[in-house]
């Protein structure tokens, strides 16, 4: 049991610094370029593969499963309080919880974090919804509970028959239970959304294109379809006298009696 607490002590002290460490490095990620369109040797294939990002959809799931986990850790917050309240127990101070009020804080600030920095970075055209250290955040976050339900059931004895009762009530560790399972629900559908979120689309190379466009530009019209444009004189009247064309005038046939002279 003792080592047990102390890890548990540990994994909420670490694993809560690092998350805190790498919300803040959101801070410093910076747009990057599209490599997919970069120019390629002539040797290579006339089709290029293009990521094509599902971007607002996801980011909307995104944030709403930041602040479904920030929500969870409020009710953590809750439970505690509400111990304190009810049964005049200081939870954290127990073996079992110690370091406890720390994580619950820590996340918090993770989660609300990671919604804030995002929304600030989109709209200064930087996203961060499909950055890896997102990916790294969620990855450490369901790891870190995983862990500790596992470990908190070992130090409960739940999976011992009878139940193992510990000496302060059971209804406070068993909402602290329900809420980390709640918050691992929440975090399948969020890594499955950082990690499937980049579809594939063939794409013609734009120096092709480019030289079709080009083509059709500077090709002139049709000599055919030109009509004449009317002059016009010195007082800005159409002169179309000059532009017909000319007709040869001929004289007319002469006449029998005149051939006969």
């Keep these: ?39 390629h040797a002539p040797g290579e294939s006339d089709a290029l593969l293009a990521p094509l990002r599902t971007r607002v959809p996801r980011h909307r799931v995104i944030i709403f499963c930041s602040i479904a986990l920030a929500a969870c850790w409020i009710a953590d917050a809750a439970v505690i309080s509400g111990r304190g309240i009810v049964e005049k127990v200081w939870e954290p101070a127990e073996e079992l919880w110690r370091g406890e009020e720390v994580a619950v804080i820590l996340n918090f600030l993770v989660w609300t974090g990671v919604v804030g920095i995002g929304a600030w970075k989109e709209s200064y055209r930087k996203e961060v919804w ?9 990855l450490l976050a369901g790891t870190m509970e995983v862990t ?25 560790p068993i909402l602290h239970l329900f809420i ?10 969020l890594l499955s959304v950082l990690f499937w979120s980049t579809r594939y689309l063939h794409v013609q190379p734009a120096a092709e294109r480019t030289s079709l466009l080009a083509s059709e530009a500077t090709s002139g019209p049709n000599d055919t379809h030109t009509l004449p444009v009317p002059s016009q004189d010195g007082n800005g009247m159409t002169n179309a006298s000059q532009d017909r064309p000319k007709v040869d005038e001929k004289k007319p046939s002469p006449s029998g009696w005149e051939m006969c002279k």
């Design 1 to 39: 049991m003792a080592n047990i607490d102390l890890f548990l002590f540990l994994l909420r002290l670490i694993c809560s610094s690092l998350l805190v460490l790498l919300t803040l490095s959101l801070t410093l990620l910076q747009p990057t370029g599209n490599s997919a369109f970069e120019s």
């Design 130 to 138: 499909s950055s890896m250290t997102l990916k790294v955040i969620t």
């Design 148 to 172: 500790t339900f596992v470990l908190l059931c070992l130090g409960l004895r739940v999976f011992q028959n009878p139940i193992h009762r510990p000496e302060f009530r059971i209804l406070g």
């Design 180 to 189: 980390s399972l709640l918050r691992m629900l929440v975090l399948l559908p």
